[in-house]
C-alpha cells in the first residue's frame, strides 16, 4: 500500500525476486504509467517495474483481500488517510510497517497503532526498516535491513519475500526497538544537519 518512492522501490525488489504484487495506486496517471509503461512517471521514473508481476489497483479493499502480506509504505503523515476506506480485516494477515515516523496527533508508532486500531495481533506485525535509500534500492545497489517481527516464522517470511544478493537482511524480535530507533535516526540526522 503506497507508490511514493519507497513503495516503488520495495515493488522492484519484490518483482525483481519474481514475487506478484497487488498494488495500491491511488494517482489515476501512475497507475497507468505503470500498466502501459512500466515505470511510475513522479517516483523513481527511470525505474522499470516488471508489468509481469504487478497489479496496480486503487481498490484498498481489493488489495488487501488478495494478499497473504500487507507492506504499508507511505508517509507517517497520511497513513490514516490511507486506510481510512479499508473495511477489509487485517487480523489474519502479515502487517508489514515500512513507515517511518509516528501517527500525528495519535503519537503512536505505525506498529501501535496497527494493533490497537486494527486488531493485528503483535505476533502478526512487523517492521522493515534500515539505512537504505529508495533510490539505491532500486539502482540495485547493495542495502541492508532488518525485518523484526515477535514471530520468527513470519520475520523470516518477510525476509525471504525482499532478500536477495543486493538487498540483505537482518533479523530481530524487538519490533517496538527496530521501530523507534528508525524514527530516532531521522530526528538524530535533522539536528546534526542543523
Not at 515505470?39 to 525505474?47: A, G, I, S, T
Not at 497473504?68 to 490514516?80: N, T
Not at 505476533?123 to 534500515?130: I, K
Request: hydrophobic share 45%; glycine share 4%.
Amino acid at each position: 500500500l503506497g507508490y511514493g518512492s519507497w513503495a516503488t522501490a520495495i515493488v522492484k525488489t519484490l518483482t525483481f525476486n519474481h514475487h506478484h504484487v497487488d498494488w495500491l495506486v491511488l494517482n489515476d496517471d501512475i497507475r497507468e504509467s505503470l500498466l502501459t509503461r512500466s515505470r511510475n512517471p513522479k517516483y523513481l521514473p527511470w525505474c522499470y517495474i516488471d508489468q509481469e508481476f504487478i497489479t496496480p489497483s486503487d481498490d484498498i479493499n481489493a488489495v488487501v483481500r488478495n494478499a497473504d502480506i500487507v507492506i504499508l509504505a507511505m508517509p507517517s503523515a497520511f497513513f490514516k488517510k490511507f486506510l481510512e476506506p479499508l473495511t477489509e480485516s487485517l487480523a489474519e494477515k502479515i502487517v508489514v510497517s515500512a513507515v517511518k515516523g509516528i501517527i500525528p496527533g495519535d503519537y503512536l508508532t505505525i506498529v501501535e497503532h496497527i494493533h490497537k486500531y486494527y486488531d493485528v495481533p503483535m505476533a502478526n506485525l512487523a517492521v522493515v526498516t534500515g539505512p537504505s535509500h529508495a533510490e539505491e534500492v532500486a539502482q540495485l545497489q547493495l542495502s541492508y535491513l532488518t525485518v523484526a517481527s515477535e514471530s520468527v516464522e513470519n520475520a523470516e517470511t518477510v525476509r525471504n519475500l525482499l532478500a536477495n544478493e543486493y538487498f540483505r537482511c537482518s533479523l530481530s524480535t524487538d519490533v517496538l526497538g527496530v521501530e523507534a530507533a528508525a524514527i530516532m535516526k531521522n530526528i538524530y540526522a535533522v539536528a546534526v544537519g542543523i
